[in-house]
């Protein structure tokens, strides 16, 4: 096989992960098994995510061939500028475009639209949801008594105090309408049975993780909510008063809890988890093997503070070139770090880039080193790039702009560092999501 250059590998590598992701790709197989028999009457299609536009075309594209008598119609919402550039003729399932990561009047809307929807099935109906990581946000529908500056609100302070992502949804699902299952639930109650098709984004691929689980059980409870605000000192909060008083009321009853396991609900909801962070891992590594790299898979579960995690990593790589011959050396891994910004810095990068920057700061003394780190959505944090990648000739390239790592590791500015470089990963949206990708390379031939 023809040696690539390293960025190759590394760029190629990501694209394995993206191709296994696309609901292209990866939804029609999973129809086919999940409804052996032909579906006849009405289907209901609904959902969200930075995906679903593209899932949403794979579904009619495939229910156009095989449903002939399926009365198909809906409506899911995506990010902006995350639908399909070729959509399906004579669209059935609309489309509506929202903001991420923080909701606007147009998830609002988009979300107000899709309830009335699944408020008219009938018994019988066929309800599917196609849900993909940004649904959290997309899906802005919040509850009786809070407003959508409140949602957004609790958006800023939670991404900005760094809490993971199980914390944000704990909270997201506590204070949401279509949220923590209550979009199933509503479905069966009208006598529908709920088939949803989830492309996971998060660590653990727990349907109730996944775009706050609209579609599935919910095992937190309103005390958890009202605890993870607690914990970051949020409860303090004059902007989140409203929130805080909502969760209040659930610990005292006066709210309905979410959808729980052991609700009769439950019997007539199936969700299944089709496109994962490890499936992608899996292909990106057995696309190293076949160029010659000895392949270490951290897993798809890889959470902490993007910088602390970087350190983590050129620890582990130092150690193990003390005692390894091997001449070509690649650890993948995925998982969702998160970034902490102190008061009064703006940051620019994401997740991705700041574990990139602070990986390369770490190890100017590594022989050989090159690396990528991507959010397989195509946007890390709020700039246009999916994240970043360095090889052994960056060093010397920001040498001479003079660039100062430690500058900007301080201003939390990776995107600008690596901008100057013209390393930036950029692909624009994928319309797909399964979480963060990294990639380490090592040639000591290099």
């Not at 704990?170 to 639930?185: D, M």
């Not at 309905?256 to 899996?282: S, Y």
């Not at 690649?330 to 703006?346: D, F, L, M, N, R």
């Not at 052994?392 to 939390?412: C, G, R």
């Amino acid at each position: 096989m023809t040696q690539l250059p390293t960025e190759q590998i590394l760029r190629k590598a990501f694209e394995e992960v993206l191709s296994i992701a696309d609901p292209q790709r990866s939804l029609p197989p999973v129809l086919s098994r999940t409804f052996p028999n032909e579906v006849e009457g009405n289907c209901l299609v609904v959902g969200g995510g930075k995906a679903s536009a593209s899932m949403a075309n794979a579904f009619e594209n495939y229910a156009a061939q095989y449903w002939p008598l399926a009365r198909v119609y809906g409506h899911v919402v995506t990010r902006y500028h995350h639908d399909i550039q070729t959509p399906h003729q004579n669209r059935k399932i609309k489309v509506s475009q929202a903001s991420h990561p923080f909701p606007d009047e147009a998830g609002l809307m988009a979300s107000k639209d899709i309830m009335q929807l699944v408020d008219g099935l009938r018994p019988g109906d066929l309800c599917v949801g196609l849900i993909s990581g940004g649904g959290s946000s997309l899906l802005a529908l919040p509850e009786q008594g809070i407003s959508l500056l409140n949602l957004t609100n609790l958006s800023k302070e939670l991404l900005k105090c760094g809490a993971p992502i199980e914390d944000i949804n704990t909270v997201r699902k506590h204070v949401s309408a279509i949220q923590g299952g209550r979009l199933a639930q509503l479905a069966v109650e009208r006598g529908a049975t709920l088939q949803a098709f989830i492309i996971s984004d998060v660590t653990g691929d727990q349907p109730s993780d996944i775009a706050s689980g609209p579609c599935s059980y919910d095992t937190s409870t309103f005390q958890d909510a009202l605890g993870v605000l607690e914990k970051y000192q949020l409860h303090l909060q004059p902007s989140l008063f409203e929130i805080t008083q909502h969760l209040q009321a659930g610990i005292l009853g006066k709210i309905p809890e979410t959808l729980k396991m052991n609700d009769w609900h439950c019997q007539k909801i199936h969700n299944e988890v089709f496109a994962t962070a490890k499936k992608g891992l899996d292909a990106a590594a057995e696309f190293c093997e076949a160029h010659g790299y000895e392949v270490h898979h951290l897993g798809d579960q890889v959470t902490g503070e993007s910088r602390e995690v970087a350190r983590w990593q050129a620890d582990m790589i130092r150690t193990y070139l003390q005692y390894s011959e091997a001449k070509k050396i690649a650890w993948i891994s995925g998982g969702e770090t998160t970034v902490t910004i102190p008061q009064g810095v703006h940051g620019r990068g994401g997740r991705c880039a700041e574990f990139l920057l602070a990986l390369m700061h770490a190890s100017n003394d590594i022989r050989g080193i090159s690396a990528l780190a991507a959010d397989t959505d195509g946007i890390d944090g709020t700039e246009n790039n999916a994240g970043a990648f360095f090889t052994p000739k960056t060093w010397d390239k920001a040498q001479s702009i003079s660039l100062d790592m430690e500058k900007y590791l301080e201003a939390h500015d990776a995107y600008g560092f690596f901008s100057q470089l013209d390393h930036l990963v950029m692909t624009g949206p994928t319309l797909t999501n399964v979480n963060d990708f990294r990639i380490v390379l090592i040639d000591r031939n290099e």
